[in-house]
């Protein structure tokens, strides 16, 4: 009986111990650098944010946050696989989580596989073209695909991505027939419509504001609602001729299930407050973007959100990529 006793005991203890320890953990993180995963190559708008967002966050945490290109599911993979200790954390937005899975089988289920954390940044999409391309406006745009079938190319970040979608979302809706090429990253997506191999594109502002002020891409219209400050003279595509049309892209970081909720909040504090911060508000107003957070609530139920309806729209409109 002693001995069943003093086993008990010492679980006891031997519980009490891991909680504490488990506490402290808590209490200190980060105790070394988080590792940011963003599910694009450099130089994406994917990319671009999580530096931009990192860089501010990384002082509130007093740690380094390193960030990790790993392309496509692969990436989101390693965020949702990973301990749940906070060191690991995902980027995404609608394109990846919200977007992808009804379009092409993958391997996760976003509503269930991971926790979000927070939302740190709102991304029209810009309707773009290579300069040389004798389209000044969208209509002119169209008029010409309609006049060449089967001709001019529409440079995507991949299959699937959010660009990809807001891309066949404005063909279907124009009842044009480009041809669209995917490229490996929005790097290249954008390289190939500046270079000419594919004549325009259809992506996330950040990453193609830069190109436009240089003058190496034409910026024929955005996806919002309304205008945007940085370029206030370019129309929406609702306003040319497409009132239907919306599409604006949101960002935020994920963790993997099970992390602790003082762990979530911390992050969550962080991006709250890097938001506001100038640097990293100048930052995102140069790439065309709006730094925005939320409650932990708040992006999941954006997620679910647009789960359900980007789902419905692909569905309509018979989208699917393999």
Known sequence: MRHLLAKA?????????????????????????????????????????????????APLLGQPIEIENIFGEPGLQKAIR????????GYGGAGTLAILPHIKKVSFDPLRDLTPVGRFVISPTLLAVNPMLPANNVQELVALMKANP???????????????????????MAGVKPIV????????AIDAVVNND??????????????????KLRALAT????????????????????????????????????????IIDK????IAKAVTLPDVRQEFAEQGVEGASSTQAEVAKMLQDDYVHLGEVARSMGIRVE
Request: proline share 9%; glycine share 12%; aromatic share 8%.
């Open 223 to 262: 996806g919002g609602t309304s205008r945007l400050p940085a370029l206030a003279d370019v129309p929406t595509i609702a306003e040319s001729g497409y009132p239907a049309y919306s599409s604006v892209g949101w960002a935020g970081i994920y963790v993997p299930n099970g992390t602790p909720q003082p």
């Open 267 to 270: 992050l969550n504090a962080a």
């Open 150 to 172: 089967g001709m001019l190319k529409m440079s995507t970040a991949g299959a699937g991505t959010a660009g990809h979608f807001a891309g066949e979302m404005f063909i279907a």
């Open 9 to 57: 005991t010492a679980l006891a203890f031997a519980a009490l111990a891991a909680t504490a320890t488990l506490s402290r953990a808590q209490q200190d993180y980060p105790a070394k650098p988080i590792h940011f995963i963003a599910t694009e190559v450099v130089g994406s708008a994917t990319d671009i944010q999580a530096r931009i967002i990192a860089k501010g966050m």
């Open 181 to 188: 090429v995917h490229y490996p990253g929005g790097g290249p």
């Open 82 to 89: 990973s301990a749940p200790d906070g060191y690991t954390v």
């Open 198 to 215: 594919s004549q325009w594109t259809m992506a996330p502002i950040a990453g193609r504001l830069p190109h436009v002020r240089s003058g």
